[in-house]
């Protein structure tokens, strides 16, 4: 069983210490400490005793590498070094030199880049900060390597505004991001000074490619799926076809990763097979086909995935250079080990964990479903070896797939036979028709061929994705059912491997444990009750979740289906009702009322503990605070910012307590069930 090879071990101890350093968030002096202190210890007993097999040594193997793995993620995020921006703290603007690292994807509203941060107030410095600029109408955008000088102040990056939202902010704390700036064209220029980096020849290279492809007459969502198939960019896709790849469970195809580079390494492999007949041909081989996935990654960007690839696929090529029999979950656990050593805040990205589990999911699940079925009619064998794989990947990802996306596409074995067979096809092309660019000798016949495969692949997953009786969204899966869940299929595993009494009892435990979670997960949520003030720009909406049911009011209810996807699908609700919004309520004693744009005050004498001001009413809060006395005055986000700030003002001075959503978050009503 792989779990007993020292590679796994090893790698399982160095994830859990840079858990523990993520989550506890320390300095780096303690787990520098305590590495060092285990290596020493461990060094002094193998120098005594000279046995490495020994209970106490594997112990110190442990800890050693659970310290390297706490120390590891400790240094990776730059804030705990000492020359990051944030350990400047003076108070006030400062002047701010940055390098544009990555161009991230434009909405409707402003470009984003990731920038290195080289200089406060001309002292050298580190880190790294969001930068955001209005979009320009000429189109005119930052690029990799293109330093700039700003002077202003960096604000902290928003959280989630409302329950069970993505978190951009934790997003971008994976990627050493924490602050964000606000460019205004009169607070910065850009400099002529600018250093050449990996990541700015590699985006130079790609734009080239990218205007030859254009010039060629390849149609604008071709090209957009040539970008994320073969350079790993995915800013360009349409929404629509973005879609129609996630629910038809091919989303993979679009991101170069593993199943990428492996045909790669395939195609590489047959093309310089005849060196080998030469002297020292193995070897020359091996270079050349590390140095071209290496080179590809390059070009591609050198995203986490793609890195994560290439380097497995490195360890592969090298195990199959050596001729020898590899244990290939041994090679997997060697190249998870040095990529998280090395960048270990790919943990924390969900296409890391995606393609890892995929990848030993494959090799585990695979071979025993072949087992189940050998068929003697090739066609139906190369069927089944396909679907199998398919099969495999998405019982490996089936866990952390339901955490993130709530959502099973039912016909991914459709998609994934239709295209797969011929990916080696379209990535071989794909490559020609890029050497063809760069040489700026593509011919039109070959670019209007790959235009039409192209088309084609889009055309099946389109069909494939609108399949929607196939597709089951809006699963409830939280962490401890995926935990529970790949111990509960870890064990399965075991014991169709190697059948026992023991192994089926653990099973069963497990089975048992996970109903017992659902029980309580349902059992706890019927005895919850909550009443939410959202935010949500020119609308308010009130949520009231009563057991497993949710009562909606809003000025409009047809801005409220994300909001109401989110929260439900975290919740577990399984009824909602929309009801019409009213003017006051009465929460368990607390009395709110809802001063809208017609401005209509309470009664006299009516009690007002809470008010929500919606739709920015012309009011004189100062009076109105005078003669209701409220203890609490909440905006929420169909009000104008100008009267927020006004209001916000007035509250100040008479010492009211004031709530806006738009910076708070989701106000919570204080109720008991």
Known sequence: MFFRQ???????????????????????????????????????????TGKSHSFSFGILVACTTLSIGFLAVTLAQHKNHADHYSKNKSSGPHLYHLQIKEVLKSNTFSDNYI????????????????????????????????QIVFYGSYAQISKPLNPHQFSYKQYLNTLGVYHRIQLEPHLYEIGDNSISTSYGWAFKIRENIIGQLKKAKIGQEELSIIQALLLGQRTDISKDTYANYVNAGAIHILAVSGLHIGILLLILQYVLAPLRRLKHGQTIQLAIIIVLLWSYAFLAGLSASIVRAVSMFSFLAYAMFLNRPTNTFNILALSLFFILLIEPMFLFQ??????????????WIYPMLQNLWSPNNLLLKKTWQLTSVSIAAQIGVLPIALFYFHQFPGLFF??????????????????????????????????????????????????????????????????????????????????FSKRSPKRLFISLALVMCFQLYLLYANYAGQ????????????????????GNKLS???????????????????????????VPLQNAYNIQGQHLYILDSLAIYPPNGYQTDLILITQSPKLNLTRFIDSLKPKQIIADGSNYRSDVLRWQRTCEQKKVPFHYTGEKGAFYFNVKY
């Open 6 to 48: 020292n590679s796994v071990k090893l790698s399982l101890f160095l994830i859990i210490g840079i858990l523990l350093g993520y989550f506890l968030d320390t300095t780096p002096a303690i787990p520098f400490r305590c590495a060092i202190f285990s290596i020493i210890l461990l060094g002094i007993i193998f120098y005594r």
């Open 115 to 146: 920038a290195s941060v080289l200089e406060v107030d001309q002292k050298k410095s580190g880190g790294r900060i969001l930068l955001s600029s209005k979009t320009d109408s000429l189109g005119k955008k930052l690029i990799p390597d293109q």
């Open 350 to 363: 969900v296409g890391f964990q995606m393609s890892y589990t995929a990848v030993f999911a494959i090799l």
């Open 414 to 495: 459709i998609s994934n036979l239709a295209i797969i067979p011929f990916l080696g096809i379209i990535l071989g092309l794909g490559i020609l028709v890029i050497i063809f660019a760069v040489t700026d000798n593509l011919p039109s016949s070959i670019a209007a061929i790959y235009n039409e495969m192209i088309s084609g692949m889009n055309l099946i997953v389109g069909w494939v994705g609108k399949q929607e009786s196939f597709i089951f969204r809006n699963i409830s899966f939280d962490q401890a059912q995926v935990l529970l869940g790949y111990a509960l299929l870890a064990s399965v595993l075991v014991f």
């Open 527 to 546: 005895r919850k009750e909550e009443i939410i003030v959202l935010h949500q720009a020119k609308n308010t909406v009130l949520f009231h979740r009563l």
């Open 552 to 578: 909606i009011s809003s000025t409009n209810n047809t801005q409220v289906a994300t909001l109401q996807e989110d929260y439900s699908t975290a919740e577990r609700i399984e009824n909602v009702n929309l």
